[in-house]
């Protein structure tokens, strides 16, 4: 039986020349790179020098010197409301005191006599058959109700059957508008005179 036989290709010292022109490229490639970003960062610099700068120092005026301070604005909300204006009057006023008017007081009366009850008393009988005349002064106290409440003597008319019967006469059958003081009905005293006539005798 035969045995295929095998060639053993053995590499040949030294570069083959594809490779040394695929070395090459790359070579040439990395210098024109480096080339290049020399030059763009070369004109970049010279473009960004920056130009030559002048200071100049320029004197402040009178205006400048005594900065105004800035006018302070109020914000008002829009939806506050505006307080109202309160004027404090200053000037004094002197008060002027007028003297009050009393107060009016209801006036005071005396008791009067009511016409139509002061009648004259019947004359009495035995004076009259006698002939006695006279007239008695009686001090009479009358009530806040106008009622004689008493009736006195003071001066007699000499007769005293005439006297008693005016001081009876009086107590029943007069009366009298009581007195008022300071619009109260009070009790009070009157003089009343009885006049006894044969004149008017019935």
Not at 50 to 59: D, F, G, N, R, T
Not at 123 to 143: C, F, N, R, W
Not at 181 to 199: C, E, P, T, W, Y
Request: glycine share 4%; net charge neutral; aromatic share 4%.
């Amino acid at each position: 039986m035969e045995h295929p036989n095998h060639e053993i290709l053995v590499a040949k010292p030294g570069m083959s020349r594809p490779r040394a022109i695929g070395l090459g490229l790359v070579a040439l490639l990395h210098v024109l790179f480096v080339w290049a970003l020399i030059n763009g960062l070369a004109t970049k610099i010279i473009t960004n020098i920056p130009h030559e700068l002048k200071a100049q120092v320029i004197a402040p005026t009178k205006e400048e010197t005594q900065p105004t301070p800035p006018t302070p604005t109020m914000v008002v909300p829009k939806d506050s409301i505006t307080p109202p204006e309160i004027q404090v009057q200053t000037t004094q006023t002197q008060a002027i005191q007028t003297p009050m008017a009393p107060a009016p007081t209801a006036p005071s009366t005396r008791a009067n006599g009511i016409t139509s009850t002061h009648s004259t008393p019947p004359y009495p009988a035995d004076a009259k058959q006698k002939g006695h005349e006279g007239t008695v002064v009686l001090h009479i106290m009358i009530s806040d109700q106008g009622e004689v409440t008493s009736a006195q003597v003071s001066k007699s008319s000499g007769f005293p059957e005439l006297d008693q019967q005016a001081v009876s006469w009086v107590k029943e059958h007069w009366k009298y508008k009581a007195a008022v003081q300071n619009g109260v009905a009070v009790a009070s005293a009157s003089d009343a005179q009885v006049v006894f006539s044969l004149k008017n005798a019935s």
